[in-house]
T-cell receptor, first 111, second 113 residues
């Protein structure tokens, strides 16, 4: 089992729809969770982080964390073509100073 | 402006040559990291350093070496022992040890001819 798993996609959604990106992790001691967006050929940029169970909203983005199910998701409301990118889930394993990344989900927002 | 600077952006190397990728940060962060990304893949950790004069191997350290003589600098050497060095290399720093986000440089794309 991979430490951080994501569906590679591509996930295609129409413009204006909600995009739902999912991530599962294996280490129950994981403390903090991050979503990064990466455009082709560019470096990752932070979208959201979440530490506690529940939802965290920032503009059109909502991160959801369920530690019991070892599951973290990212919802993008009113998806725009500019949201088309690869979304990387990253997890800080318990007690460590390293972030472990999933392989990313490619999102395509279609006109 | 505060940030992370990587150089060069593009680098071509012949087989058997060592190359060094530069990473400099002015964010006053203690922790610095090197990741490798292959096409269609996530980021894999090569080396990281939590403090000056100390560094630890990541998941794929073989064929790579680093140094951390200054807080601001964390260069990565890709040695000839690295069997498949063609990749996109990302340097990052982190302000808060166990919870903070990673700040990335723009990356260095290495191609072995």
């Amino acid at each position: 089992q991979k430490e951080v798993e994501q569906n590679s996609g591509p996930l295609s959604v129409p413009e204006g729809a909600i995009a739902s990106l999912n991530c599962t992790y294996s280490d129950r001691g994981s403390q903090s969770f991050f979503w990064y967006r990466q455009y082709s050929g560019k470096s990752p940029e932070l979208i959201m982080f979440i530490y506690s169970n529940g939802d965290k909203e920032d503009g059109r983005f909502t991160a959801q964390l369920n530690k019991a199910s070892q599951y973290v998701s990212l919802l993008i409301r009113d998806s725009q073509p500019s949201d088309s990118a690869t979304y990387l889930c990253a997890v800080n394993k318990g007690g460590g100073n390293k972030l472990t990344f999933g392989t990313g989900t490619q999102l395509k927002v279609e006109l | 402006d505060g940030g992370i600077t990587q150089s060069p952006k593009y680098l071509f190397r012949k087989e058997g040559q060592n190359v060094t990728l530069s990473c400099e940060q002015n964010l006053n962060h203690d922790a610095m990291y090197w990741y490798r990304q292959d096409p269609g893949q996530g980021l894999r950790l090569i080396y990281y350093s939590q403090i000056v004069n100390d560094f630890q191997k990541g998941d794929i350290a073989e064929g790579y070496s680093v140094s951390r003589e200054k807080k601001e600098s964390f260069p990565l050497t890709v040695t000839s022992a690295q069997k498949n060095p063609t990749a996109f290399y990302l340097c990052a720093s982190r302000g808060q040890p166990n919870t903070g986000e990673l700040f990335f440089g723009e990356g260095s794309r290495l191609t072995v001819l």
